[in-house]
């Protein structure tokens, strides 16, 4: 009988033993909760899981802080960890060290990075508690890293992609600019002269020279930078290089050959701030990028930028490199445009700093030969950094040459007769020999229009029709013109012509829009290109394509890669719309009571419209004017140029304007 309890208790205890070991964690789960502490970057937990060993050879501290350093230097995301579960039959309970291979697979800066390892696991007693604990070494990081090796990231910066005109003459490129700097040792005994010198022709402060000079790292034989500037101004340069102890360096920068007159076009680049380098964290910027800060060098900011070549390696302690990453450099892509650089310039110069805009087309094929803003900016000034009486000199300039005048949308006056007038023939609403009997300068339809009357500005008792209301540039027979269209067939017909829809352009253009039409009074005065009607001037170019293509509005292109002679809206008046209308306006130019009669030039045909928009307040009471001029090549059909000049009132009106683009076209 105690033979029996006997047997029966060794039996219970060998089952809770097997009952305990069964419990007991394996090397593989072990393993299985620090991988997924490790692809979860929780690096302070997975210390614990270290062997004594490891710990003796690395603190908690310096293990944590070199993982996350690492991790962050070499943009690490996408961490994928993996082990190879051992075979079912494979036992552990008798052995104190396990070897379980594992895999890493993780994408940097420079790409993907993987490799295979052995995990080295160690049975260790901690606290009466048995258990698996990792054999850390460095390897576990990257498995060619040893103990002392160092880990290098070599960045190769990618060239920005040049912006051209359509001749390849650069309007945006890579060059050399020059930082100004001093040699204390070489500034002569009068070196407070030469500071307050420099300052002077630098237009900087003279503590900013001396606060430089007095750096902690400078030596007398040391370059000590000061400002950089430009390389166009040799005269300029000159009187900087005579000054004792100045020289330069040669650095990187962008220029813009054409300065001034592409500004607003094209322009510039500068430092990346803070918020744009979280706005752009996952584009690959870094704190010392330059990025795009207006124009085409930030709307193709990432067709110009390209990437930087990156290459990871393993500096090893024997002077070897093992390379873990490495990605090509990719230059920035080179941007050709429609534009004609030489005209472009011509335009800018001929507006001389006045306020305004104009645009140049291809009206058979769209491409876009000029877009100018007037005044403007020095793009390479803003590149170097203003100096403290250069942006006085901008914030003191009423006319603001910060603004981008044509992107936005004005009042078109009566440059938009014309596309009044193809409505109306378009809906049978007139016919060009159809005679309107105005007999007076002001009129209005009905006594309900209360003290609103629409004035002409030439005052005849003959009765007009659609060439004489053109050639006088007759506000009454317009707004008679629309009233007879009414508010839907004069919101549709200019909805063909791309009112009220985004202008589908390369550069962000405001959309042109008629507003609100629900008054008469809004619908007549909408009909001489008043009331709420607002046209950016590229859009204006564009609106008259249809009176040299016989009928189609072309789409506008400013990039040659786009596609070009793209029809934009087809057919959106009969031919012999267009050609009546265009030869109205060719007498609108040659005829000598023609409102456009000084934008004549000899040997050539050319047809036009010019406009005066008022903007004031109430009705009666002075305001400014915005003057226009559309005019196009008649015969060739290859150049049209639409123009507005701000404040023209006491400068002869939108013969003013006239008087610039004939001497453009001359």
């Known amino acids: 009988m105690k033979k029996r309890w006997m047997l029966l208790l060794i039996l219970i205890l060998i089952a809770v033993v097997t009952g305990c070991n069964k419990n007991d964690p394996t090397p593989d ?110 390897t576990y990081i990257f498995s060619e890293l040893g103990p002392d090796d160092k880990i290098s990231v070599n960045t190769i910066p990618a060239e920005r992609g040049s912006i051209v005109d359509k001749n390849e003459n650069p309007l945006a490129m890579n060059g050399v600019i020059y930082e100004i700097g001093l040699v204390p040792e070489q500034m002569g005994d009068n070196s407070d002269a030469v500071v307050n010198e420099l300052a002077k022709l630098l237009d900087i402060k003279k503590d900013t020279v001396e606060k430089a000079l007095n750096a902690d790292w400078v030596q007398p034989s040391f370059f000590v930078p000061i400002k950089k500037v430009a390389t166009g101004d040799r005269a300029y340069l000159d009187k900087l290089f005579a000054l004792p102890g100045v020289q330069k360096q040669d650095t990187k920068g962008r220029i813009y050959p054409f300065g001034e007159s592409a500004a607003h076009l094209i322009g510039y680049i500068g430092n990346i701030t803070a918020e744009e380098l979280e706005k752009n964290q996952e584009k690959g910027y870094s704190s010392t990028d330059v990025i795009g800060k207006r124009g085409l060098e930030q709307v193709l900011e990432e067709r110009l930028k390209g990437s930087n070549g990156e290459q990871i390696s393993i500096k090893k302690t024997d002077g070897s490199t093992v390379t873990l990453a490495k990605k090509e450099v990719q230059n920035g892509e080179n941007i050709k445009l429609t534009i004609d650089a030489d005209l472009q310039k011509e335009i800018y110069e001929k507006m001389d700093g006045e306020a305004g805009t104009a645009a140049a087309i291809n009206p058979q094929t769209g491409e876009t030969l000029a877009l100018v803003s007037s005044p403007a900016f020095d793009p390479n000034k803003m590149v170097v950094g203003l100096t403290t009486s250069e942006k006085e000199a901008y914030d003191n300039n009423k006319l603001d040459p910060f603004t981008n005048r044509f992107k936005n949308k004005y009042a078109p006056g009566s440059v938009m007769k014309p596309l ?29 229009w209360g003290g609103y009357f629409v004035t002409r500005v030439h005052s005849s008792s003959a009765p007009v029709n659609l060439a004489d209301a053109l050639l006088y540039s007759d506000n009454i027979y317009f707004a008679q013109t629309a009233l007879d269209l009414g508010k839907e067939k004069f919101a549709n017909e200019l909805k063909k012509f791309g009112f009220e829809e985004p202008f589908t352009y390369a550069f962000p253009i405001e959309t042109s829009t008629y507003g609100k039409l629900d008054t008469e009074i809004l619908l007549a005065d909408s009909g001489y290109g008043q009331g709420h009607v607002e046209m950016s001037v590229i859009h204006l170019a564009t609106a008259y394509t249809p009176f040299v293509t016989g009928g189609n509005l072309m789409t506008p ?28 306006l060719q007498q609108v130019i040659e005829n000598p009571n023609g409102t456009a009669r000084g934008g004549k030039i000899s040997g050539k045909t050319f047809a036009g419209k010019t406009g005066t928009a008022e903007l004031k307040e109430k009705q009666g009471e002075k305001g400014t004017e915005n003057g226009w001029y559309v005019t196009y090549d008649k015969d060739k059909k290859d150049f049209l140029i639409a123009m507005m000049m701000e404040a023209v009132q006491d400068k002869g009106s939108s013969g003013h304007v006239v008087k610039k683009v004939k001497e453009i076209i001359e």
């Not at 991790?71 to 552990?92: R, V, W």
């Not at 023939?425 to 105005?438: A, C, N, W």
């Not at 070009?564 to 209308?581: P, Q, R, Y």
């Open 29 to 138: 789960e072990r393993l299985s909760q620090y991988i997924k502490l490790w692809n979860d970057q929780k690096f302070k937990d997975m210390y614990a899981f270290l062997s004594t060993e490891a710990k003796e050879n690395i603190s908690e501290e310096d293990f944590v802080a070199r993982y996350e350093k690492i991790y962050t230097d070499l943009s690490i995301k996408d961490l994928k960890i993996t082990y190879k579960k051992p075979a079912e039959d494979e036992k552990f309970n008798k052995v104190e060290k396990a070897e379980i291979p594992f895999s890493v697979k993780m994408n940097s800066m420079a790409g993907e990075i993987s490799f295979d390892n052995q995990a080295a696991l160690v049975k260790e007693e901690r606290e009466k508690d048995e258990n698996w604990y990792i054999n850390w070494d460095t």
């Open 420 to 448: 009044v007038a193809a409505a109306a023939l378009t809906e049978g609403v007139i016919t060009p020999e159809q005679e309107r009997k105005i007999t007076t300068k002001q009129w209005q339809k009905d006594k309900s």
């Open 557 to 584: 292109t400013l990039l040659d890669s786009d596609e070009k002679g793209k029809v934009w809206k087809e057919k959106i008046m009969d031919e012999s719309v267009a050609n009546t209308i265009s030869d109205d």
